[in-house]
Every structure is written in C-alpha cells, then in structure tokens.
C-alpha cells in the first residue's frame, strides 16, 4: 500500500510539473484570446483580463475563410500522412528484414533527403511544379508533402517493424506464405501501433507545414491554417494579436476532436505491440 | 527470457525447409527493389530536381535579382572565411543541442509518466497527453509571439512580472546575448517535445510487459527497472527519436524568427535563420544554397555519430 | 464501439472532401474572393494585403471595403475580380511574387509593399501606369514618392496610396515641451525619470526588425546621410556618410548608458510592445509610428489619451530633422493593358482616397488631407507638414541587403557585443559582396 501510493503520488507531482511548463503559454494564448484590443497588453500579471469578451471568437468564425484553413489544414496533413505511410511502409520492411549491399548508406540517402532546408529549395521546387502543372492544386501540395515525409516515416516504421519478432515471419513462410502475404497478413497488423504513430507524426508535421503550400497555393480558399493565420494579423504586426490568439485556440479544436476518436491508437493499448512469446 | 532475447536479435535471414516449393516466389520478395520502389519513385520526381539545384546553385554566384549567373566557388569561400560563421556555428550547436537533449529527455519523462499513469487509471493523464500534443497543433507563429510575450522584459512579461512578486531581480531573457540563444532553445524544447512523445511512447509499448513482470517478481527497484529494462528496449527508438530531433532543430526558425529575428546581433541567428536571411534579404540565392548544404552535411554527420554511437548489438 | 467511431469519423473526412465551396455567395457582387458578378465575360487576378481588403480580419474595416468593392463592381460590370490574399511576411511574400513574376504567372493586379517596388522596376517585371493618372495627380503627392516609384526616364510603375511616418510621442505629464535636438530629448528623459521613479525615459526599437531601421534611419537621413549613390551604389561605410552612421548609433547608445532608455530596447522588435508601455504610462516618450494613435485612443481613457501629444523626430540640431515613411503601393504584373487598366480603375476609385478613410491610415496626396474629413484635424495638418519632410527608404534593390546588416550593426553595438566602428565596417563589407553586376 505504501509503495504503491508512493509511485503514484511522485508520478501524479512528475505530471503537474508537466502540465505547468507546456500550459503556461496555452492559457497565455487563452487570456490572449478573450481580451478586447485595449487590453491586449496590460501592465499585470492577471492571466484573466478585467472585462473578458466573447467576441474575438465570433469575428474569427465569421470570417468565410477560417474553417476552411482548418479544414485544408486537416485534409492536407491527413492525406499527405497516409501517402507517405503507403509509400514508406514497403521501403522499411526491406530495410528491416531483406539483407542487400549498401544498406545503411541507402538508409542514409533517404533521411538526407529530408535533411535539405525546405526554404532554399523554394524556388527550384515551384518552378519544377509549374513545369509538371502540379502547382495550385491540393493534388500537387499533397504529393510534395508525401516525398517530404516519406524519409521520416520509412525511418520510424522501420523501428516499429524491427520491434517485431522475425520468427513470426519465419513461422508464416514455412507455411507456405510468400515474402508479401507474411508481411500483408502477419507482420503489417501487428506493427499497427507503430503505424499509427507514424501516421500521426506525420500528419501533425504536415499540420505545420509552411513553405510548401505558401509556394504552390494562391487561392484563399485552398490554404491551411498554417498559412492563413498570417491573415489574421492587422496592417501593422501586432495590433490584431486577440485574434490570431482567438483563431490559435479554435485550431486547436479539430485535433483535440481527432485524438478523441483516435486515442485509442495513439495510446496503443496495453496489449497491442506486444510480442507473443 | 534471455534466449528469447538473443533470438531476437540475432537478425539474420535463415532459409527455412521446405524453400524449393516456393522458391521463384521467394526469389522476388527477397529482392528489395519492389518494397523500395514506391519511395524512391516519389523520392525521384519530386525531391531529386529540387535537391540537386540547391546543391548546383551553392557552386554559382547566383542571386534573385538576376537571372544570370556564373560557376565560382566564391560563393563558399565567402560563407566558409565569413568571421560570423563561428558565431551562426555556436548558437545553433546551443539550440540543437539543448533542443535534442530537453526534448528527448521531457519526451522520456512524460511518455514514461503517461504509461504509468494509465497503467494506474489516474485521472488526467489523457489532459496532459493532449495539452502536449496541443503544443505542435498551434500555428508556430502564434506560439512564437506567445513566448515573446511571455520572456518580454517590459511591464507586461509574465516571467519577470513573477521574479518581481517573488522578490528576485530581473532576468534579461531576450536582449542580453548570451541568454536569448537559451531562452530560443527552452521555446523550441516547448514546441517540439510533442515529436518526441508520440516516437519514444510508441516505442515504450514494443517492450514486452513479461519483462515488467519479471522484474517485479525478482523485486526490482524502479531505477533498476528503468535502466536495465526500459532504457535498452528504447535503444531503438531513442536512436530514431534523436536523429529525427536533430533534424529538425536544425532545419527550423519557425520559432526562433519571431522572437528574436536572429538579435541582438547575431546571437540567435541560427544556420536555418541565417539561409532564410541570405536568400530573402540579401537575395543570395548561391549563398543560401552554401549554408543549406552546410546544414546537410552537419544533419549528416550528426546523425551519423547517434547511429554509431547507438548502434549498439544491431 | 471502438470501430465505430473510426468509421463515422471517415464518413464525416469523406463528406468534408466533397464538399464544392464557394456556394454561398454565387448571387452576391462581392464574395470573399471575388469582386464582381461571377458570371462576368472578363477578369483578372487581385492580390491585396488581407488587412486592406474585405477580408480584413475585423469586421468594421472588412465591411467598409466590401462596400467600396461594390460600388466599382457596379461601375464596372464586365469586370470579375479574382481576390488573392497576401500576408505580413513581406520578405517571403515578394520574394514569391518575383518568382512568380519571371514565370508568368503573377497576378494581374497586386499589393507591393513600397520599399520592394525598386526591386521590381530593375528587373523590369512591371507595367507603365503614369498614362491612367493626371499630371495633377502625380504632382500631389508627397516628394518622397515619386523616386521611389518612378524610373530614371521619368515612367511610373506603381501608385502609392497609403503611407505613414514614424513621430515622437510624449506624456505631456512628464515631458510638456517637445524635444527637438537629441540633447534635449536626452535630458527631458532623464528628467522625467528623476521626478518619477520606475518610469522608462524613451522607448524605440531597437532589436533585429526592419522596424528598427525605419525608425533610426531619420536620425542618420537629418545630417545629410545617404546609404547609396545616385547609382545605388552602397556608400554609408565612407565618409562623410559613415561619421553620420556613428553620430547616430552614438545618439542610441548615449541614450542606453545614461539610463534614459533601458536596456531592453536592445530586444525591442515591435511596435505593439511600445504602445503597451504608453497605454500602461509606464514610458514618458516613445518613437512609434501615425497608426497608434487610433490604438491608443481605443484603449485609454479620455483623459489619460488628452495627455499624449506628438512632434517630429528631433535630430543633431533643431534645424536637421527628418521622418521615414513607408506604406503600400499597387502595381500590376498583366501584359494586357485593358487587365492593366481595369487594375488602375480599381485603385483609382477605391484606393485612391475611399480606402484611406475606411481603413484609418494616411494617404500619400497633398490633397486628401485637406479633402477628406478625417483629416481636418489639427493633428493630421501637422502631420501632412512633416510628411513633406519625410524620406523613403533608398529605391535601390540593394536596400534590404543594407537593412539586414545594419540592423546587425545597430543591434549589436547597443548589446554591447561590438564597437560602433567594426560594426559599421562590417556592414559595409558584407554588403560589398552582394552588390549586382554591371
């Protein structure tokens, strides 16, 4: 009983401690969002201001295009997270379990790849696009996002798949199974977990994905949040910060909405993952 | 236990009985230029042009304002003999450092206390895995002024608004040099822990729970579960989760734009800041190719240290 | 239970994919993106900055400009306007348009902030425009536009129509004479520090932004200086310009070691951060820019905004004294010239006066300010005066270059980290190596 209540009073004291380093900014970002112009920035340290007001929300909500940033936000992280998971998870079984020359250093192109500055690559990639009719389309965006992050996902599945047990697959080809149904219907299901977190990574980096849709994407209503919210800002930077705060905040409500459904992925369960000894 | 581990890890193919049956079929799943073709096609249409450009473009005199250019090596003489570079090179080693280390660190923490805290059904957990998470899905710019707000040294920043209250002197988190590449590096340690977390807790759940078990059975401490269970099984994953970090430490100024524009002086200019600078104030195109390249090369040899270092009985 | 969540939750994704947009506004004469009837015969393609168009972020502002859109769509009923929006980051911002400008796809008809517009008019991405506007026209606007916008042979690539300046604000409270030398304004600071304890003396900006530039450029421009040649050749590292760059960098750290400003304006990188300090009454001064005082007035009491006054940047001596003005232009990229005209009308009946009243900022003719009614005021006569003093950033490409690395230079001899001298040097240097090609 001592124990046992011990742990979890220094894991409960681990977590409040947490919560207060990550909270701070968001709940600034909060009493940011329901303060009126005049008290933007004021001189205290009241985390609520003195007259807190609604309307910060309702004039981002009114604006036509706000929901759509969200949504392209979502429909471009989420369709560039599964193309690149696609595309990735055959090229991290081979790196797992096929044996060739070169390996490591292939394993190594592939990251370096990701390891190129986006913003230098600006110019040569817009005129690329242009030149193959893929700029100002979300086809286009999502293709760039899936090369993007095809590297990291290759890496991270890579992990997930190496966790699994070769004997599995072993099992599965002395019963007659080729190399593609062991991995299809053994290895693929088990590594899920690990899939899903990739697909989460990857979705949440092509959430914040700037350069790439600001370069290929004009029309307002086909840009994400992480473009559009520099639309938010007045004529000056700085003097409409209520409501780049507001619209902050309400970005946030898709995604807590997503984890909400999908947390049982993201949690991986107790038992998923686990090898069967 | 420790047979199965070693099998584990032992990581060579072995043929199996029974191979000559299926033996065309074999031959061509073993071959890895199918699983690695769907990569390297979407690699090669949309990554390869733009890549090689950069690195083309780092060997002329390119700028933006003119459409000509000539082949020189001036351009990386000019970065290499710049006397700025040591100061670009030193900020960004504080912030990619401090970045790996805090965020690989917090995210252990945190995922280690989520897994326990879930395991006892404690209340809250899931706000806190949430309230991490939120942290990535708010757009970089508006957490950025956040911070600004936050570290500001005028009246209204909240830090030195607390060390008043608390009776201490003020800190200067933003205009003395030496602190502003700190203050830089905890506001990206803030932003990017959420990575970290869903990496190193995806990889907490691939150790077998029958380790956990036996280890309680032979009355282990925690200290002892976590270095001798816990920490090898994540070997794996902290090595991804490091490289992946690294990477993208080094290939961000999305927070460090807006708090400090690279000031005072240089001391926050980090190498990604400073390729955002060359290429849209100065219009040096070739230039801003130079410290990408830079980048390349230093992301490669960084991770390539973690890989040897961590490699371990791969 | 589990599943299906999973599974409402892909209908709903798929159901949002499908989902036509744009919709609601098929009947209307101005939509978010879209001035004009949708089915009108010819169009082109309208970039404005989101903070002057209908889609400005607060409501008020965004109604008075979807009103000024209908009326020129009713005037112009063949037109349909393709609206785009264009954010603060005007770095990436122009540097896509260039981009876009060599490829051919620019938009017919775009914002341009005013310091850029050089840039383009060299690489000769632009269209002539002085034949949709009178001579009049031309010859009412402040001095400091016409070389920015113009051509060596005289031809006008963009209209510019709203400006601003940057100004000395004061708590008469505390400092009831305005300062016009620097010496004075030192010891008026210090003055009202003495009086009243805890109160910051001057606020500016000091820190990395182009804000900085802008706001200590005057000080540099009111003895004589000069960053380029006639040719645009960098000459603020040679004398005399270089003893004028150190007068003024000393004018700054004076003001730092002698406590009237802190030392946190060396981090200062935003206007907003200043005006919270006058709003608060935590500062006597501060150099902000016109477009405050409309934010002060909303957030103080009357009494309190009764107490604020402002005057012209004060310089080495009374006599030297000089402002920085900025703001946005319009030009237009299309090789049609009805597009370029209908660009034109668009400015001309919008812009050109309308826009300026609606969206509170000041316009760039003589005229307006005494035309329009906003401007009648006391303050914004005195404001047109010092306008008439005002410079623009030099119209030379190589400006941002020389604004980077100055504000290097000024950042971080005001840290500490370096003398003026090497400072200026450097800069110099570093901009050596960027100059264009003959």
Do not use: W
């Given at each position: 009983m001592n124990y046992r209540s011990k742990r979890g009073i220094t894991i409960y004291i681990a977590l409040a401690l947490i919560m207060l380093f990550f909270s701070l900014p968001l709940l600034w970002l909060l009493s940011l969002s329901i303060r009126t112009p005049a008290e933007i920035l004021v001189r205290n340290l009241h985390v609520i201001p003195h007259s807190p007001t609604l309307q910060n929300f309702a004039q981002v909500l009114n604006n036509h295009q706000f929901l759509g940033y969200l949504w392209n936000g979502l429909k471009l992280a989420i369709m560039g997270a599964a193309g690149a998971c696609v595309v990735a998870v055959p090229a991290s079984y081979a790196f797992s379990r096929l044996q060739f020359r070169g390996k490591a250093q292939l394993l190594f192109l592939v990251l370096g790849f990701q390891m190129v500055s986006p913003l230098v690559m600006m110019v040569p990639l817009y005129r690329s696009m242009q030149a193959m009719g893929l700029t100002e389309s979300h086809f286009g965006a999502t293709l760039i996002y899936i090369a993007m992050y095809a590297p990291i996902a290759t890496w991270t599945m890579k992990g997930s798949i190496d966790a699994v047990p070769r004997e599995l697959d072993e099992a599965a080809m002395i019963d007659g199974c080729g190399r593609l149904q062991a991995f299809l219907r053994i290895i693929l299901p088990v590594s899920l977990p690990g899939l899903a977190s990739t697909f989460i990574l990857t979705a949440m980096l092509g959430w914040s994905q700037f350069i790439v849709p600001f370069i290929l994407l004009s029309q307002p209503d086909m840009l994400p949040i992480s473009v559009g919210i520099f639309y938010f800002f007045g004529a000056y930077a700085g003097s409409a910060m209520q409501l780049v705060a507001a619209a902050s905040v309400l970005s946030l409500l898709p995604i807590i909405v997503m984890v909400f459904f999908l947390q049982n992925f993201v949690v991986g369960g107790l038992t998923a993952g686990a090898v069967k000894e | 236990m420790k047979m199965a581990l070693q099998r584990r890890h032992s990581g060579k193919d072995r043929k199996s009985p029974g191979a000559a049956r299926s033996a065309l079929r074999f031959n061509q799943g073993d071959h890895p230029f199918w699983w690695l073709c769907p990569v390297t096609i979407v690699l090669a249409v949309f990554y390869v042009y733009p890549v090689l450009e950069v690195l083309r473009t780092s060997f002329t005199d390119a700028?933006?304002?003119?459409a000509s250019y000539r082949y020189t090596l001036g351009s990386y003489r000019s970065i290499l003999l710049d006397p700025a570079l040591l100061q670009i090179l030193e900020a960004t080693f504080v912030f990619v450092a401090g970045s790996v280390i805090g965020q690989t660190t917090l995210g252990l923490l945190i995922s280690l206390a989520l897994q326990a805290g879930l395991k006892r059904r404690l209340f809250g957990v899931r706000a806190v895995r949430v309230t991490v998470l939120a942290t990535w899905v708010v757009p970089g710019v508006a957490s950025a002024i956040t911070w600004q707000l936050l570290l500001?040294?005028?009246?209204?920043?909240f830090f030195n608004a607390m060390l008043k209250f608390a009776s201490l002197p003020p800190v200067p988190w933003l205009s003395a040099p030496w602190m502003a590449v700190w203050s830089a590096t905890v506001a990206n340690i803030w932003y990017g822990t959420a990575l970290s977390v869903i990496l190193l807790y995806a990889g907490l759940q691939t150790i077998s729970p029958t380790l956990y078990e036996a280890a309680a059975v032979d009355g282990a401490t925690a200290i002892q579960t976590f270095w001798h269970i816990t920490l090898p099984g994540l070997r794996p994953t902290l090595l991804i989760t490091v490289i992946i970090v690294s990477v993208l430490s080094l290939n961000t100024f999305e927070i460090v734009m807006p708090l400090t524009g690279g000031g005072p002086g240089r001391s926050t200019e980090v190498l990604a800041l400073a390729a955002y600078n060359m290429v849209f104030y100065d219009f040096n195109l070739a230039q801003g190719s130079v410290l990408a390249v830079l980048m390349l090369l230093i992301n490669l040899a960084v991770a390539t240290t973690f890989w040897l270092l961590f490699r371990g009985s791969r | 239970m589990k599943f299906n969540r999973t599974l409402l939750l892909l209908v709903i994704f798929s159901i949002g994919c499908l989902q036509p947009t744009g919709s609601a506004w098929a009947q209307d004469l101005v939509a978010p993106d879209r001035i004009g009837r949708s089915d009108a015969p010819k169009s082109f393609t309208f970039r404005v900055l989101t903070a002057h168009s209908n889609n400005n972020a607060q409501p008020k502002f965004a109604a008075g400009m979807a009103e000024l859109y209908e009326k020129y769509a009713r005037n112009h009923p063949d037109w349909r306007v393709r609206i785009q929006l264009m954010s603060l980051q005007i770095p990436q911002e122009h540097a896509r348009l260039l981009e876009q400008a060599r490829n051919g796809t620019a938009p017919d008809c775009t914002s341009m902030d005013s310091f850029a517009v050089p840039l383009f008019i060299h690489q000769g991405l632009l269209k002539p425009i002085e034949q949709y506007f009178t001579k009049e026209e031309v010859e009412e606007l402040f001095a400091f536009v016409r070389p920015i916008v113009s051509d060596t042979e005289g031809h006008i690539y963009a209209w510019w129509w709203t400006t601003d300046l940057r100004l000395l604000f004061r708590n008469t409270a505390h400092v009831p004479d305005p300062p016009d030398t620097w010496q004075r304004t030192k010891e008026a600071a210090l003055a009202a520090k003495r009086t009243t304890p805890g109160l910051d003396g001057l606020l500016f900006n000091g820190g990395r932004n182009e804000t900085t530039m802008v706001d200590f450029l005057p000080n540099f421009w009111a003895q004589g200086g000069k960053l380029v040649d006639e040719k645009g050749?960098?000459?603020?590292?040679?004398e005399p310009n270089r003893a004028y760059l150190l007068n003024a960098i000393a004018y700054y750290q004076d003001l730092i070691k002698s406590g009237a400003a802190p030392a946190r304006v060396a981090s200062i990188t935003d206007y907003s951060d200043l005006t919270a300090s006058a709003i608060a009454g935590s500062t006597a001064m501060m150099i902000n820019g016109d477009w405050v005082i409309g934010q002060m007035q909303a957030a103080m009491t009357p009494d309190a905004f009764a107490k604020w006054e402002i005057s012209m940047l004060p310089g080495p001596t009374a006599e030297q004294r000089s402002t920085a003005s900025g703001g946005w232009t319009f030009v237009s990229f299309s090789k049609d010239p009805e597009k370029v005209k209908a660009c034109m009308d668009l400015v001309r009946e919008v812009y050109m006066g309308p826009a300026v009243e609606v969206l509170q900022l000041l316009p760039t003719r003589q005229s307006e300010f005494d035309s329009m009614p906003m401007f009648r005021s006391e303050i914004y006569q005195r404001i047109k005066q010092y306008l008439k003093k005002s410079q623009a950033r030099p119209g030379f490409p190589i400006y941002t270059a020389i604004s980077n690395r100055l504000q290097i230079a000024i950042s971080s001899t005001l840290s500490g980290s370096h003398t003026a001298e090497a400072a200026v040097d450097e800069a110099m240097e570093q901009v050596a190596k960027v100059v264009p090609k003959p």
């Open positions: - | 700028t933006l304002l003119d500001s040294e005028a009246d209204f920043g | 050749t960098p000459v603020f590292g040679k």
